[in-house]
């Protein structure tokens, strides 16, 4: 089958595939596109990943046991920011329904100015509009509201004007699992400065991989993630959605059904029966490992972690 000059192609996943080319694993080819810029390219891309916030099996392996430890040690958290006046920076916002639980908790103890951060404008409006409803000082919108994890020093200089000198950056829902973790914690580290903190949500390896890998495998994430090869000028029908545990990390991936070449702006890419598309990847780290990172790049943590040691919220200060 051949898709030619497709408008439905989008052009930066398209190139993405022709720069990365395949690896061989045996006889299978791998077409490695695993990046989450790529996830919310379209407003119905960014939807289904808020359906997908709110599927079963979602909230039940990962929104509510975040859930969960941040009420439990909710009062540690107070008691370390109790009377400051910060910038609640929302680092992947989403909707913005992961800040409302702070600020919900923390008003009346913290002065808050809240700024949504995502690649999504989508996210980043729904998170505005949702933050508007509370009781939060200010909602902060300006050109760095819709930017990658890269522009992090540029926005946290920015914010600290008047009394809004120190930042809490919150990293939750299993953000960080999706990228390199030294990339990303470089980065954040070097965004801010004393008196900072920064409050992470990610899921561990708990050696259970079948268990971590049930709120993967479910229609709602296939929904989710089949954007990413239908943009490609693939249909729905031609392939299938796969999940494994490897490398301490889940691996999300579509499996080619049946032969296609794809032609856009000149170029052609030849994708065989078989052939396999990774479009997503999340670490999960054991409590050991994760610990050990946060502790390489912050003197004062805090982690606790949930019952079954599949999620752990770290609160870690420079």
Known sequence: MVAKQNKQINDLIFKELIKRGYSLEGNTRIWNIADSKLWYLRPDQAQSFLDLENSEAYQKYLIQKEIDLINENMNFI?????????????????????????????????????????ISDYMVEKALTRIRKTDVEEVVKFQWNISDFEN?????????VGDFKK????????????????????????????????????????????????????????????????????????IKLGVRF???????????????????????????EGDQILVSVSYKYTKEDFMSFMKLYFDDVGIWTSPDKSYALALCKK
């Not at 992090?152 to 600290?160: F, G, K, T, Y």
């Not at 008196?195 to 296939?222: A, W």
């Not at 999300?252 to 065989?272: A, H, M, P, R």
Request: a neutral charge; glycine letters at 8%; aromatic letters at 8%.
């Open 152 to 160: 992090i020093e540029n926005v946290s200089n920015l914010l600290r």
């Open 246 to 272: 490897k490398n301490s990390r889940v691996e999300l991936y579509y499996t080619i059904l049946k032969d296609n070449v794809i032609e856009f702006q000149g170029k052609k890419i030849v994708l065989n």
């Open 78 to 118: 107070i008691k370390k920011l109790k009377g400051e006046t910060i910038n609640l920076v929302d680092l992947g916002c989403g909707d913005g329904k992961k800040a409302v639980l702070f600020i919900d908790k923390l008003k009346g103890n913290v002065r808050m100015r809240y700024c949504p951060i995502d």
């Open 167 to 238: 930042n809490l950056f919150l990293l939750l829902g299993n953000t960080l699992g999706n990228f390199e973790i030294n990339e990303l914690l470089y980065e954040v580290r070097s965004s801010m400065k004393g008196g900072d903190y920064l409050l992470i949500g990610n899921g561990l390896d708990n050696r259970h991989p079948e268990e971590i890998l049930r709120s993967y495998n479910n229609e709602e994430v296939n929904e989710f993630l089949k954007h990413i090869p239908m943009q490609i000028g693939l249909k729905e029908k031609d």
